[in-house]
């Protein structure tokens, strides 16, 4: 399967409103010393981290580590938290997320983003495709189509749903649900992909489908995803971060993270030792 | 029975426990709870009060439905003849027990008491529908069983639907066709009743049609009049054109009138030089015009076929045309019209306002004690009888913002008010908020059951909450949305004490919808057949004569129901399959 063929460029509707301008060379998500708390409970402690653009980042630790957390306050989807409090910056392009006056609206469709379990909307397979254009004001058809095939391609789903797009999306079964929201997370070319254990509800060979399919679609995009399974963060990530207790402990290169880790928490967790 | 003093054996449940006991012949003691204990003393006692309940109201509804249906087959005429030699005929309606009173035993013969004495003191008697209200002055006469002498079914006695009057019952003695009298004739008079109907429902047409028009434009005219009178005073040059302009069209419109209305006349003196000659079984005779005839059949010379097209007939007549007789006799098409108008109107105006409601209770209030409190107090809406909701209606509706409107918009009219009396609207607003709470309850929590991660995934994909709410939310919450509004539309369509008093009447003068601008007449009043079925059963003149109309009209309110809340049920199950999950 070539997927990497079928990688959608930029379809031609306008850019979103918020304005980009580029940060520091290589890196797409520049978190600073980031901390956040859930009413009085403290989530996330002084994190710092240089999310390398085009690369597949993959963030692992135990169970409450704050890994969900983090990855929702790229998009700012904590936003939907009453009680929410945070402290430093996130940095994309070299904006502030977290300054006065951004659209968060537009930062969002800037990021795509798969959840744990599958959230197709009850609407047609093609309806969820193209959701994010059409919250965009994107009306013509001949795009729409264009953008629902390449995304659909993208995802590794047009063959098996080519011939049933106007049929709802709740009849599929649940590896086709978690690829249509993948595609639909990449539906409006965003430039970062957010996924938070995209695995976790599919078998093995739906699970191994979206592996290659974030291989397919590295170096297009920057991809952080969340995953408690070391095998799947060593076979497709290139970097890799391991959080402990709301703490980023150790962050580097995949290779080294697995094979020569520098702490001895990071070292106990990968060989199964606790979490 | 042993006791058996070892707690160990007692709770000893496995069978080989038991085979082992059973071997060793001693007896056993199984273990049994206390009943209190069980409960289920309590359960078969609340199970067998539900039963029942259930039981009696599917018979309640069987013997409506029975009723209903078999009110329109036609009915034989018996003769019967008393022991003091009084003949009379009418249709047998029902049989009943009852305890004669001593000064009826004493009347009786000796025999005659005997065999009183021998059923404990019962005897039975049959309800004779006799007819002829005209001659009589009533429709219906109790006949004790036991002084009837003979029962006979002549096959020359008719049964005659009349336009006025009700069912007239004897023989037919003769025609008068053209003030000619002749033999009667069966054929002629098939033709000449055929004939007499059509001109009938000319005149009706002619009533309906030219002069309903014309009066209406009449009353454009006066109408004209006054506003000019209140716009300019009474001594304007204005007002003086107008009054010479209106007079000059309301005589050209009052010719017109006068037309038609010989026209009428013409047809109105034709229709008394046909005539049918009956006698009651008195011998006293009666000679109305044929055109009063609605229908008639020989009530004992009836094929199968025969009662079957009559009972057909009057099916197609109670469906499809108004009512006569004190709304006893012919049909209650305007209380359909009515009933269905105004459930429709109810729920497009509890639609918005229930889902609008639940959407800001549930989506954007922020959750804390005022929208509890809020939130109590619309359950609590629920609770509110709704008669009360029928002043409200009234006072507010009708007598606040139905006076103001009519100030504003129709002072012309005045003192007739337009808006500021019952009619379809306010009655559709008044049960509109009777039903809301039931819509708001069901719509917050269909938006609440609504999963978090497709609003998620929604805002993830840059939607606005508004656009989450309009694409997302509101569709997969739209089936449990219209589970309320079935809910809301099953109580508002039965619902008859608030509308009393908001709009509903005995008899409409015209359907809020008919051929004159704007055509949809919200201010009218209208007919219900909820409110149908009281009138005609406890409020009419003789309540007997009610009774047949009252199941045929339960039995269609019923079938209404249904059918509105069937066709809301299909359309919701509609939506559910689009949105039909799988699960993996
Ligand atoms: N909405 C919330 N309100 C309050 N506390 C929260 C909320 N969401 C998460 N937390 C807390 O924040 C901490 C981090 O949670 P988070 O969901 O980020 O963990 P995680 O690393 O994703 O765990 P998992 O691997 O189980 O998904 C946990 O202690 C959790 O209890
Ligand atoms: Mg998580």
Same mark, same amino acid.
């Given at each position: ?14 850019p ?18 980031f ?20 690369m ?13 957390t ?9 936003d939907?938290?009453?009680d929410? &409090? ?24 800037r ?11 009850? @609407?047609?397979i ?35 749903v ?9 009849g ?27 695995? &976790? ?28 399974? @070391? ?5 497709? &990530? ?7 207790l ?12 697995f ?17 | ?14 069978p ?7 071997? $060793? ?11 209190? +204990? ?29 009723n ?20 009379? +005929?009418?249709?047998? =309606?029902? !049989? ?9 035993? !004493?009347?009786?013969?000796?025999? $005659? ?5 021998? !059923?404990?003191?019962?005897a =039975? ?6 007819? !002829? ?9 109790w006949?004790?069983? /036991? ?38 004739d ?23 049609? %030219? ?39 309301? $005589? ?44 008639? /059949? ?60 639940a959407?800001y ?42 006076? =103001? ?9 005045? %003192?007739?008010p ?16 009777? =039903? ?42 739209? %089936? ?12 508002? +369509? ?47 003149r003789?309540?007997?004569a ?18 509105m ?9 509609r ?10």
């Open positions: 399967m070539n997927v990497a063929a079928s990688i959608p460029t930029r379809p031609e509707f306008e979103p409103a918020y304005h980009v301008r580029e940060g520091r060379e290589g890196v797409a998500l520049d978190i600073r010393n901390n956040l708390w859930y009413g009085k409970a403290q989530a996330l402690h002084g994190v710092s981290l240089g999310i390398q653009k085009g597949v980042t993959a963030m692992i630790g135990p169970s409450g580590c704050g890994k969900s983090l990855l929702r306050s790229l998009n700012r989807m904590n939907l938290i009453d929410l &409090s945070i402290d430093g910056d996130i940095n994309v392009g070299g904006f502030n997320i977290y300054g006065s006056g951004v659209d968060v609206i537009a930062l969002r469709k990021m795509g983003m798969v959840f744990q379990k599958p959230n197709p909307f009850a @609407m047609s093609y309806d969820n495709v193209i959701y994010p254009l059409r919250v965009d004001g994107v009306t013509k058809k001949s795009i729409l189509d264009e953008t629902c095939e390449r995304a659909l391609r993208s995802a590794a789903l047009w063959d098996e080519k011939d049933r797009l106007k049929e709802s999306a709740l599929m079964s649940g590896g086709q649900q978690q690829r249509l929201c993948i595609a639909r997370g990449i539906a409006s070319d965003p430039e970062v992909l957010l996924m938070d254990e995209p695995c &976790s509800a599919l078998d093995p060979i739906a699970t191994a489908k979206i592996e290659e399919l974030i291989g397919a679609l590295k170096g297009h995009y920057t991809i952080v995803i969340v995953t408690h399974n @070391m095998q799947q963060a060593a076979r497709v &990530s290139d970097n890799t971060a391991f959080m402990y709301g703490r980023l402990i150790e962050y580097g290169d995949t290779e080294t993270i094979t020569r880790p520098k702490k001895a928490q990071t070292q106990s967790y990968i060989t199964g030792q606790f979490g | 029975m042993t006791d058996i003093s070892d707690p160990g054996i007692r709770n000893r449940t496995t080989d426990g038991d085979n082992a006991e059973l071997t $060793q012949g001693k007896k056993v003691r199984r273990y049994t709870a206390d009943l209190s +204990a069980t409960g289920e003393p309590a359960l078969w006692a609340f199970g067998g009060a539900l039963a029942i309940g259930i039981l009696l109201i599917s018979s309640f509804l069987f013997m409506v439905f029975w209903g249906i078999t009110t329109f087959w036609p009915k034989p005429v018996a003769v019967v003849t008393l022991e003091d030699g009084t003949v009379l +005929a009418g249709e047998p =309606t029902r !049989n009943e027990r009852f305890r004669p009173g001593t000064a009826i035993l !004493n009347a009786m013969s000796e025999e $005659q008491r005997a065999e009183v004495e021998a !059923n404990g003191g019962y =039975t008697r049959t309800l004779y529908k006799t007819a !002829n209200f005209d001659l009589y002055g009533d429709d219906f006469r006949i004790p069983d /036991y002084t009837v002498t003979q029962t006979s079914y002549p096959p020359d006695f008719y049964t005659f639907e009349r336009q006025e009057w009700g069912v007239f019952i004897g023989r037919v003695t003769g025609l008068v066709i053209d003030d000619q009298p002749m033999a009667y069966p054929q002629v008079m098939r033709r000449e009743q055929r004939e007499a109907r059509q001109r009938f429902n000319e005149i009706r047409r002619l009533e309906r049609g %030219p002069i309903g028009r014309i009066n209406h434009r009449l009353e454009q005219e006066r109408l004209a009049i006054r506003r000019a009178q209140l716009r300019h005073g009474a001594d304007s040059a204005e007002y003086e054109a107008a009054v010479a302009e209106g007079n000059a069209r309301i $005589q050209e419109l009052q010719a017109r009138f006068g037309e038609i209305q010989s026209q009428v006349a013409a047809i109105r003196a034709l229709d008394q030089r046909n005539r049918v000659q009956l006698e009651e079984i008195g011998g006293r005779s009666i000679e109305p015009p044929l055109s009063q005839i609605v229908r008639y /059949y020989a009530a004992n010379d009836l094929s199968l076929l025969d009662k079957a097209g009559i009972y057909f007939s009057r099916w197609g007549e109670f469906l499809s045309s108004e009512p006569r007789e004190a709304n006893t006799q012919g049909g209650v098409l305007p209380a359909i019209f009515g009933t269905v108008a105004m459930t429709m109107l109810m729920v497009v105006f509890v639609a918005p306002f229930g889902v609008i409601t959407l209770l549930r989506e954007y209030a922020k959750q804390g004690r005022l929208v509890s409190i809020v939130r109590i107090s619309v359950n609590n809406l629920a609770g509110v009888p709704s008669i009360v909701y029928g002043v409200f209606g009234l006072g507010f509706f009708a007598y606040t913002m139905g006076v =103001t409107i009519d100030q504003l918009f129709y002072p012309e009219r005045l %003192p007739t337009t808006f500021g009396t019952g009619g379809i609207l306010w009655a559709s607003l008044t049960l509109a908020l009777l =039903t809301v709470p039931v819509v708001i309850v069901a719509s917050e929590e269909a938006l609440a059951a609504v999963p978090r991660s497709m609003r998620e995934g929604s805002l993830a994909c840059g939607a606005s909450k508004w656009q989450t709410i309009r694409y997302v939310v509101l569709p997969k919450a739209l %089936p449990g949305i219209m589970t309320g509004l079935i809910l809301a539309m099953a109580r508002g +369509a039965g619902e008859v004490a608030p509308l009393m008093l908001v709009g509903v009447v005995k008899l409409a003068p015209a359907l809020p919808v008919d051929g004159f601008w704007p055509f949809i007449h919200l201010e009218r009043s209208f007919m219900h057949l909820g409110f149908h079925i009281f009138d005609v059963g406890f409020q009419s003789n309540s007997e009610g009774k047949p109309m009252v199941f045929v009209t339960t039995l269609l309110l019923l079938g209404l129901i249904v059918a809340n069937s066709t809301a049920i299909i359309i919701r199950n939506l559910k399959r689009k949105y039909a999950s799988s699960h993996f």
